[in-house]
């Protein structure tokens, strides 16, 4: 028995690795392995009893220690420094299911040796019992394993009601799932798009403009027409209507247009309805004080936030080159916004 | 049978009940065909309940009922019944466990769902994309310390190539039939009459965890199955007389354990306090209690071991659930306020409401019951089972004491959760009893036997009842605050704008609801605040008024990129009355706890960008190098 659960897992785990991808095939392989893993830990620690009262005990053994069998690999491969991927896992089950079956092949071994070592012993005609000796005759008794009638007797208990379960079960939920179902609320978002979506600081906007990338979604809502407006400092200072499809994502571009150079921090809002996105922007000088993000450099790479524009780890790159003076006038310049 | 596991007390033999051998197919193909037709009927009821419930029609819950007991009455009659042989027995009780899988199986058959599922499944996806353990999880902190779960689900995931979710539904449902058939064989432990063992196991799951929180994507569901087990085996280990089989029960419980400790810290727990129960009663019933002490002490080991080493934070995390309720409760006995009234705002029907108040009585009934027949039987039974048995009484009784920590805040949910351990006791004390009332009468339907069925029916559905709350056993339209609806099509689409624009990982403050779908499909790292993270005060801070230093010196340090606003929180209260966690300083007198200002205000200050707007979700990205800019409004 222990070389047929030897040869099980080994098949199982060579063929998963091939199967992968194929659930269809994978699944069975990783389920013969797992509770064929599971039977040799059984095997492998002596002294578990024959059938309890409810005949589940082997098998539920088995099933609970090959489930287990799986997260126990995974902490051995972390604390050596392993992934838990596929080959690994596959490697650390082999290697456990050898170890396993070393010991469940040794263990058989030694109870046979004891079994016709109490057979010489004693006159067979002088024994009461015959055959061989029953589990707990001794106090070191092993494991009794039930003739092969009961196994088949015993799987038919486990398999007809999983048969049966799967099946209405299955049924069940396919049906469930394929019934209609109340409409879900609805939504119109809108968002920063392409470089946009990258805004993490304030955006110098050159004396010709910026175009700012946004996408609008709508989800679960009929087809409407909704204004389309752009605030700058809270007022609105363009506006056209715009027809949202139902259950659609456009990208569209907005062009804002330039702001004051006084150094100020302006909010500019775009909004469908009532969804707004946003962010702040400073008018473009002829030199910029503080050195900060400009819609120029933006503007190079549409969707892409330009690499020079990037603030390394959340901090702005001009700050710290400008010259204090120029700080210093810049921070002057925002003390009369 | 084995000798190691006879007792006594009760005649049985080699697992086979006696009965007429001519004829014995009759058995088995009647309840098969029985049993497939009441299965069918009852899934096909608990179907109906929660079309009903997801249109919003009345009768779910009286339909759910039907459902669920035109299969589980008639399943605990073959399992306990007089002529059933062993191996019908172990069918309906697969069977059984299959069926009672069934209502968390249709309530979420596409992906997670419960507030502890999406964190449990978003960690398991992390392993399987980055095939490392112990990663920190956003939404509950604890479990990357614990990944025995996570890395079974992510180990079949991967070498299969089946999804997290399925593999994780395998799993769940594996584990769902051991721990039913773990009650049977651990009962089985002590008496080896396969009706108790079946009775055990069909009283256990009359309890309130085993139709939803034990089957939902968590620790525990597949923790506690394991446990049953690993106490069997204790209990086995020792029954045994020779060394050999001590040794191999010994080495099954170690393993097992083992693994519990990797899994789930509260089972690991209450392992090693049963088996610290299990040895006291040996040692003061005088029955051989050096091996019982000796597992005791082993898991102990495991377990301290563990949380010292591994995760030294276990404790932090689970003492407001027991020292913050007993805190509560010695104020609840002082007169002070601050109770929790049972079933406010419930929808649950009254007769849920009353069987739950009534499940408990009928439990103590029951309890006391097995105490007498414990006693009256203790001269003839044999040592270690009545140690064992006592074991489980006194591990039955603290299922009451637990009960009335429901009444305070912080307590409730620790006590929810310990019903499903101290519940093993009361199954396997009560099961003998129940076997003595049937055998009362030699009728194959008895008037005790139609009781007793009508207790199970009661005790199932107010247990349920006490439990759980309608949100999470039953769907319906999307709820603000509760965990089970808060997937809106809304929040589903900002949590993928986030991960598809800006990648995974990003640090964001976030409500609990937002938190979890951030934190699990939009896999994020979203926190929702605690008492030294108070990010609840951001939303909190009136408009105009300064934002506290430390709490956004905090938010800087330790690099948090988004703010995400539920607006919702300005216009409802939440299902579940919590906005961010279970102690935030927000008032709930049904009335929603923030003014919208407070929660446009940041549409106005320089160092928040509006990168995403929704009719009620707003995502907020942090510009600390703005803090105190001014900003200009009327341009030009």
Known sequence: MTYRLLLVAYVGLAGVLPAGGRPWLAVPLCLAATLATGALWTRALSGIAAEAPIPAVRGGLAAVAGLITWPLIALILHAAGQPVRPIPLVIGCAVLVTLL???????????????????????????????????????????????????VRTTAAVTIPVVLAVSVGGVTVRGYLNASRPAEPGYLSIALNGWAAAIDTPVTVPARGLVVPVRVSSAGLGTTTLPLRLRVGG???????????????????????????????????????????????????????????????????????????????????GVGRAPAKRRVAAAAERAAC | MSAATTSPMIEQQDGRDPGPAPRAWTGPVAAGIALTITGAAGATALAVAYRQAEWGQDGAFTWFWAGMLVFSLPAAYWAVRRDSSARLRLAVLIGYACFTYLPKLLRNPAGPLYHDEYAHWGQSQDIVLDGVLFQQN???????????????????????????????????ILAHVLLTLGVAVLAGQLWPDPRIAAAAAIVYSLNSSFLYFD??????????????????????????????????????????????????????????????????ACTVLKAPARTAWVLTALAGVSVATWMAAVSPRTGSYLEPYLGRALGQFSGLAGGSSGSRT???????????????????????????????????????????????????????????????????????????????????????ATAPLIIALLERSRRR?????????????????????????????????????????????????????????HGRG???????????????????????????????????????????????????????????????????????????????????????????????????????IKVYDGPHIAIYRFDFDSLGQRIRMGAR
């Not at chain 2, 087990?229 to 029954?239: D, E, I, K, N, T």
């Open chain 1, 235 to 317: 007022r609105v200072v363009a506006s056209r209507p715009m027809t949202v499809n139902a259950d659609s994502v456009r990208s569209l571009t907005v062009y804002v247009p330039a702001l004051p150079a006084d150094g100020c921090l302006h909010p500019v809002d775009i909004s469908v309805g009532d969804t707004s996105t946003g962010f702040y922007a400073r008018g473009h000088a002829g030199s910029d004080p503080v050195g900060r993000t400009t819609a120029g450099a933006a503007l190079t790479g549409p969707g892409v936030r330009p690499r020079a524009a990037r603030a390394p780890e959340g901090r702005d790159p």
């Open chain 1, 101 to 151: 079956g070393a010991a469940a092949i040794l263990r058989d071994r030694r109870r046979s040796a004891r079994r016709a070592a109490a057979k010489a012993g004693l006159p067979t005609q002088r024994r009461h019992d015959p055959g061989p000796l029953p589990a707990e005759s001794s106090p070191d008794h092993d494991i009794d394993f039930p003739p092969p009638r009961r196994y």
């Open chain 2, 342 to 428: 049972l079933f406010s705002q419930s929808v649950a029907p009254w007769w849920e409401q009353y069987a739950a108040f009534a499940a408990p009585g009928a439990a103590l009934i029951a309890t006391a019951g097995a105490a007498v027949l414990w006693w009256r039987r203790r001269s003839v039974t044999d040592p270690v089972t009545r140690a064992c048995s006592g074991a489980m009484l006194l591990l039955g009784a603290l299922y009451f004491p637990a009960t009335l920590l429901i009444l305070t805040p912080s307590g409730a949910e620790g006590a929810r959760r310990s019903w499903a351990f101290s519940y093993l006791g009361i199954a396997v």
């Open chain 2, 506 to 608: 990003a640090r964001l403050v976030a409500d609990r609801y937002s938190g979890l779908i951030f934190g699990s499909y939009g896999e994020q790292e979203p926190t929702t605040g605690s008492e030294s993270f108070p990010t609840y005060d951001l939303y909190l801070a009136k408009p105009g008024r300064p934002m506290p230093p430390a709490l956004l010196a905090q938010l800087r340090d330790w690099r948090f990129e988004y703010l995400v606003v539920d607006r919702r929180m300005a216009e409802q209260v939440p299902e579940i009355k919590i906005y961010f966690e279970t102690n935030e300083p927000i008032p709930h007198d049904g009335r929603p706890g923030f003014t919208r200002a407070q929660l446009t205000k940041f549409d106005t200050l320089p160092w928040l």
């Open chain 2, 138 to 172: 956003p939404i509950i902190r604890v479990i990357g310390d614990y990944p025995g779960l996570h890395a079974t689900v992510a180990s079949l995931a991967t070498l299969t190539g089946v999804t997290v979710w399925h593999a994780a539904l395998f799993v769940l």
């Open chain 2, 215 to 280: 089957t939902q994507f968590g620790y525990e569901s597949l923790a506690i199955g394991v446990m049953v087990w690993a106490l069997a085996a204790a209990l086995g280990a020792v029954r045994s007389t020779g060394t050999r089989a001590r040794a191999g029960w010994s080495a099954v419980m170690l393993l097992l354990t083992v693994a519990i400790t990797a899994t789930h810290h509260l089972t690991a727990l209450w392992l090693t306090g049963m088996l610290g129960l299990v040895a006291i």
């Open chain 2, 445 to 501: 339907i008895s008037g005790s036997g139609a009781l007793l069925l009508a207790a199970c029916a009661l005790v199932m559905v107010g247990n349920t009842a006490a439990g759980m709350n309608p949100s999470y056993r039953f769907p319906g339209p999307p709820v603000f605050g509760a965990d089970t609806r808060a997937a809106t099509p809304e929040l589903l689409a900002a949590s993928d704008w986030l991960r598809e624009t």
